[in-house]
């Protein structure tokens, strides 16, 4: 695990940097080598201040504790942290032993079949303008209309949205 040492308004000694490192490095147990641990060392008056926050692979633990003692934050902090670890694992493994159902990345998933053409129509395009076609979507009460558009020589399809706008694709070959 990685740890780094911040210090605000607070010189932290060599001792007090080891001290921290050597305990915080008990957690490794708890996680791979890509944890970052990040303690925050700060002086606020006469009360000193100790922020751990150790981020592994998406999830945050963090503790934050207040004393007159910066080491005696180290023992406060440090349980509290390691109960958090503790409970969320234990969450996990029940999760596990609950659910009969495999990750998702581990069921195999059937593509679902192709709908088969119910119905097939043919008709003829006849050329015409967006307002005629815009007027006969509404006189035939669909969702959308396919015309030959008289402007540009194209197949349009004139279909209305969600938000009951018109919308116009106009068809390339």
């Given at each position: ?78 349980p509290k942290i390691e109960r958090q670890i503790v409970r ?80 116009l694709i106009e068809v390339n070959f």
């Open positions: 695990m990685k740890i780094e040492i911040i210090e605000r308004k607070y010189k932290a000694s060599k001792k007090f940097n080891d001290l921290v490192k050597d305990k915080i490095s008990k957690l490794d147990k708890y996680f791979g080598k890509d944890a970052i641990a990040r303690v925050v060392a700060s002086k606020q008056g006469k009360r000193e201040k100790l922020e751990i926050t150790i981020m592994n692979k998406g999830v945050i633990y963090r503790s934050e504790v207040e004393s007159d003692n910066m080491y005696a934050n180290i023992d406060l902090a440090l969320r694992n234990e969450k996990l493994n029940d999760k596990k032993v609950k659910s009969p159902i495999l990750p998702f990345e581990f069921i195999e998933k059937k593509p679902a079949p192709l709908a088969e053409i119910f119905k097939k129509k043919s008709f003829d395009l006849d050329p015409m303008l967006a307002d005629d076609a815009r007027e006969a979507l509404e006189r035939l009460d669909h969702d959308f209309y396919i015309f030959l558009n008289a402007e540009t020589g194209k197949v349009n399809v004139l279909y209305r949205r969600k938000d009951n706008k018109l919308g």
